[in-house]
């Protein structure tokens, strides 16, 4: 028996799972399975003291279980996903969006009603958040709807862009979910810049996002509220962001250790919006740097290596898939550290929901997909696509 090491699966094999291995990028992969392995470990420190607070349920390690099961299912669509061809990409996320948009149409006739919002559909033990796989879902589309229109060939595909993004945040500020409207905005926009728009478009754009915010204050009262409170915390109960704030100093330098956090009993939300605080309690700071590190990774490395992709369409979806997920993540880790007003956002990968994880599972699947080494897709001088191509 040779005692050299021998990998899992040859070059010279030509399966389509040896294919994938020596293709997909190894170093994202292995981050965001790290991340779920975090989300699953918070998970159990979570658990019980989130039981607390409903004494309906009997098992401490109640969410735990649930995570698991939602985890594996993440991973598994992760992994599936990743085996996609970019056709194979376009063809799922236009499926997906299409499925989210049914359903967020029926969400003010089915939909089931949690703190004034009509955002979830009741699936016996399940509850579906459509919302939340209409996002990278839109990301794709648009991307490919950026590129047919750069072809040249009549397709007027910013037209089409626009209206299936106007009527995915029409139906999100139905329920109302200001939080989802803006984030799907501003990575919507991004692939709009990154496409080729004109530097005068994008500052037009950005004005009219400007006075979109302003009308949003003005039209949804909870809106303007959690603003007050965010600019004017002595005049209004802060509860939930002061518990948080508290388990997050609580934890120091090297946190209280594993299960031995105290400050979580009385945070609000600590299993899904606020599981940050847990682990920066319980693990301290060593910790939460380490989970912003693995986000930056994920981030940076992937729009390197989307910037380098040949195909316009691949480049600009791969791209805002990644922003997708550094921009989710940089809102929860500021709402936790009181940096900008509350929003109920999970944190992607780590923080308990069934849609979460398996939306980011699809997230991350669609972006390993399309940064794949195929023949072709990275070749020398690369860039990004002429500005003045996708407009007039």
Known sequence: MSDSYSPAFSRLDQGPIAKWFWTVDRGLLAAALTLIGLGVALSFASSPAAINADQSIVDPFHYSWRMMVWASMGVAIMLTTSLLSPRGVRRIAVLALLGAILVMAALPFIGNEVKGAARWVNLGPFSLQPSEFAKPSLIVFAAWMFAETQKGQGVPGVSIAFGFWALTV???????????????????????????????????????????????????????????RFLSPETTDTHQIDRASEAIRAGGLVGRGIGEGVMKRYVPDLHTDFIYSVGAEEFGLVLSLA??????????????????????????????????????????????????????????????????????????????????????????????????????
């Open 291 to 392: 989970m912003i590190g693995l986000y930056a990774f994920i981030v940076l490395r992937g729009m390197r290596k989307a910037m380098k992709l040949n195909d316009p369409f691949e480049q600009t979806a791969a791209a805002g898939l990644f922003m997708l997920i550094g921009l989710q993540a940089c809102i929860n880790i500021a709402v936790n550290l009181n940096l900008i007003p509350t929003k109920g956002m999970t944190l992607p990968f780590i923080s308990y929901g069934g849609s979460s994880m398996l939306a980011m599972g699809l997230t991350m699947g669609f972006a390993l997909s399309l940064t794949r080494r195929r023949p072709g897709a990275y070749e020398p001088g690369a860039t990004l696509p002429d500005r003045r191509r996708i407009l007039p």
């Open 170 to 228: 029409g139906l999100l500020l139905i329920q109302p979910d200001i939080g989802q409207t803006l984030l799907i905005t501003t990575t919507f926009m991004a692939v709009f810049f990154m496409a080729g728009v004109p530097l005068k478009w994008v500052a037009a754009l950005a004005a009219a996002g400007a006075a979109g915010v302003v009308g949003l204050y003005f039209t949804f009262g909870h809106m303007r509220d959690r603003l007050s």
